[in-house]
């Protein structure tokens, strides 16, 4: 049987040349145009994401049995957390211990709560996402909540009368 020779070392050199200057320059601009390309994307598509622009009901919780669903006129008493798109905490009846009341359909909310609200029961726990013009529109309610803002509530209907 034949062996190879141990003393035989293979080495494999590569003819390439080093990149000038010029490519140099045009490979790092062109990353950069690439990189900035990707992050004016993805800041568009996120700011996009916090814009709604019909309102959207997200059902939570719903109990088993539903007695009674709120209609117009009715006045309700619910727990709620309102938040901006970027998480921003800006009133919440939860930190002040007591419901807020209000006859439902009279005008004495934003509108995004009149119709979200429609047709809960008691227990019920709704996700609201409310666009700027069922809100507070380009004029916002300083200081907490800047014009054109999409608000988000957590509520919890806790009694009809």
């Known amino acids: 049987m034949l062996r190879p020779p141990s003393n035989i ?4 050199t590569y003819n390439r ?5 010029a490519t140099m320059a045009m490979r790092r601009a062109s990353l950069v145009a690439l990189l900035l390309v990707c992050a004016l994307s993805v800041a ?7 814009t709604v622009k019909e309102l959207q009901i997200g059902v939570k919780f719903k109990p088993e049995k539903c007695e009674r669903t709120t209609r117009n006129g009715d006045n309700v008493h619910v727990h709620y957390t309102g938040t901006l798109t970027d998480g921003t905490k800006f009133d919440s009846s939860r930190d002040r211990g007591t419901p807020f009341v209000f006859r439902l359909g009279g005008g004495q909310v ?3 709560w ?3 609200l429609l047709g809960m029961c008691v227990g019920e726990r709704r996700k ?4 700027s013009h ?3 529109g380009d004029s916002g309610s300083p ?6 803002a999409t608000l988000i509530f957590d509520v919890e209907l806790m009694k009809v009368d």
């Open 9 to 12: 070392v293979i080495r494999r």
């Open 17 to 21: 040349k080093k990149p000038n200057l």
């Open 44 to 50: 568009y598509a996120a700011e996009k994401l916090k």
């Open 110 to 112: 934003i509108k995004g």
């Open 114 to 116: 009149d119709q979200g």
């Open 128 to 131: 609201l996402k409310i666009p």
């Open 134 to 136: 069922m809100g507070y």
């Open 143 to 148: 200081p907490k909540i800047p014009g054109g």
